[in-house]
Each structure stands twice: as structure tokens, then as C-alpha cells.
């Protein structure tokens, strides 16, 4: 955890003892009263905080504003649905990487009972996205939608992007910085890959196919190897 993160409305009050962030500061940053500390308030400022007394129960704080973060990359993924397991890694790992927004969306091939998953019914899924801002030294995360199929997410794409749709199949080459502009909407099938209805839509709304490589990787590691490239463009 390198930046120590709070949503807006916890600026000023007391932090709970028990909650990570005081479990981090006290045993693992090693603050005692009057030390400073990284923070940053969630979409917001960087600053840094000051813990102002350690108390049984809480820790008092106080947060002085410094700078804003940096624009997220306008990198925008569309998702199948991956198995929960999967789900919690790519939130983590693209919210490091600086992508704009996620969009899941229930594929052909995917297995339908992954959006019922305790991942998506709690808040869950917004402490990986804050574990990765978190990792990055950023106050940003990304928007995270869900879309009924992939004619629904294909249609919120921002209008002029580049759209490339990654498949280990029919795709002509492989890919490249080239060419990669912004904003960019990269798409990632279910692990089965995608359904010829699928890749005739995504052909039909202006994505091209590409690959990365002749190795076959987990949904994770795609998305992160995916991401390494278009960050090589900017």
C-alpha cells in the first residue's frame, strides 16, 4: 500500500482501528503521532496526511491537499465476464495501469453464473480497485460497468476510438503500438473464446482482431500484456 487512500467523507474523521489502512500506517509504515504519511482522497488530491493521535479505538488524522493526480490514459476494456478469481486480479492489475474504465459483459460462451458471484453482490469489487490505485501511487480508478451482452457494451464505446478485440483465433496480426490511439477500447473474449456472432459484431462495429502470440494466457495476463503494448504508444 503505497498511498493511503480515503473517500471524501472520511477527511477529518476518525479512522477505525481495526480498518487496513490504520493496520498499515501503525505496523507496517510504522507512524507514531505527529509522523506523515502519503494519502490522497479517492478521484481526488494527492497530499499527505498527519496522524494526529492514536487513540484505543481510532486514529486521528489530518489531510493537507498537495497536487492532482494525473488524467487516467483514455483506455477503456470491454470484458466477458471472467470467474470471480479472475474478475478480482484484472480490477487490481488494469486499476494499476491507469485504464479509464471496465466494462463486463456477459458473453455467448461465458458461464452465466459468474455475475452472481459475492464478488458483485458487496462492495468487494471497489477494494481491488482501491488496492490498485493504492499499488500505483494514484488517486484515480476506473469506471466499472456491466452490460447485459456485448452488443450493449459495444455500443457505449466513446465514439472516434481506435477498437481492437484480442483473439487467439482469426486474428491477422499481432499486436502493436503501432496504430494504437486514443481513446482506445481494447476487448477481451471469455475464456472459451469468442462466438462467430460475437466476432462478426465486433467486425461490424469497427474492431479489429489481434493477437499476442502463439501462447495461450489467462484472461489476466492478457490484459495486462494487452495493456503493456498500448501503454508503449503514449
Known sequence: MNLILFEPEEIGKPLARADPRALHILGILRRREGDPFDAGIVNGALGKGTLVEIRADALAFRFVEASEP???????????????????????????????????????????????????????????????????????????????????????????????????????????????????????GPERGWSASERDLLRGAGFSLAHLGARVLRTETAVVAALSVAKAAT
Open 70 to 188: 494525473p488524467a487516467a490514459d483514455p483506455v477503456h476494456l470491454l470484458l466477458a465476464l471472467p470467474r470471480p478469481q479472475t474478475a478480482r486480479k484484472i480490477l487490481n492489475e488494469a486499476t494499476s495501469l491507469g485504464v479509464a474504465s471496465i466494462r463486463f459483459f456477459r458473453s455467448e460462451k461465458g458461464e452465466p453464473g459468474y455475475a452472481s458471484s459475492v464478488l458483485w453482490r458487496t462492495p468487494e469489487w471497489r477494494r481491488h480497485l482501491l488496492d490498485g490505485a493504492a499499488q500505483a501511487f494514484d488517486t484515480r480508478i476506473p469506471e466499472v460497468l456491466h452490460a447485459a451482452g456485448l452488443a450493449e457494451a459495444v455500443a457505449a464505446v466513446p465514439p472516434g476510438s481506435t477498437r481492437v478485440a484480442l483473439d487467439n483465433y482469426e486474428a491477422p496480426r499481432r499486436l502493436s503500438p503501432a496504430g494504437l490511439g486514443r481513446p482506445l477500447v481494447l476487448a477481451f
